[in-house]
């Protein structure tokens, strides 16, 4: 299909834990990032005029959102955020990093509420995520509480019963005498292109795509 060779290809970035990975991934496949990973930097795009990149820091909850309405041509950010946003964009590339769980978690002795569809208190920066697991999954009536941050808090002041959470290293639990007591699903980087872009700028999305696969599955 028609391709203007002089438009920008533009990606979408998340800010925060998976930027500087993805900053390294690109300086690997030869896409310069013109010092996105600089400390500091307030500057919001970057630009490789050699390729015809444009590159963005968002918050990564709205990296979906700029991929659906095609202000970014693509888009990393990682599988929580697809799964909570379920925008209309086709996710084509795992990309290893930044891997983690989403878990259900809580102090151990609440274990047990999760065994028999009573109704239990849910806090979670993924309320949808949440809701899906819990009714969808474990046919479970819960009160989901939406929270922003620090959610380890809330059944430690009694907010909620349990909550649904990225678990990493399992420090924040374990200081906190929280544990694991479900997992709802393995988490890491993705790369999700828009629905037009995909076939309209097919040749430089695949070619871009076949690096980063190249690259990341390189010693497989
Ligand atoms: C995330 C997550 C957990 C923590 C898990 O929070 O929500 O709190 O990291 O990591 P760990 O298993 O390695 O301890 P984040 O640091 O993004 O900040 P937040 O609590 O403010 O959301």
Known sequence: MFSDDNRYLTIAIGKGRLAQKTAELFEK??????????????????????????????????????????????????????????????????????????????????????????????????????????????????DIIKLSGSVELAPLVELADVIVDIVETGSTLKENGLQVLEEVCPLSARVIVNRVSMHMESARVRELITKMRKEIYRDE
């Open 29 to 142: 496949i030869g896409v310069g990032t013109g010092g996105m990973s600089e400390k500091g930097t307030r500057k919001l795009i970057f630009t490789d005029e050699k390729d015809r990149i444009k590159l963005f820091l968002a918050k990564p909850s709205d990296v979906p959102t700029f991929v659906e309405y095609g202000a970014a041509d693509i888009g990393i950010v990682g599988k929580d955020t697809i799964l909570e946003e379920s925008r209309q964009v086709y996710e084509v590339l795992d990309l290893g990093f930044g891997a983690c769980r989403m878990c259900v978690c809580g102090p151990p002795e609440n274990a047990e509420l999760l065994k028999h569809h009573q109704q239990i208190r849910v806090a979670s920066k993924y309320p949808n995520i949440a809701r899906d697991y819990f009714h969808n999954r474990k046919d479970q009536t819960v």
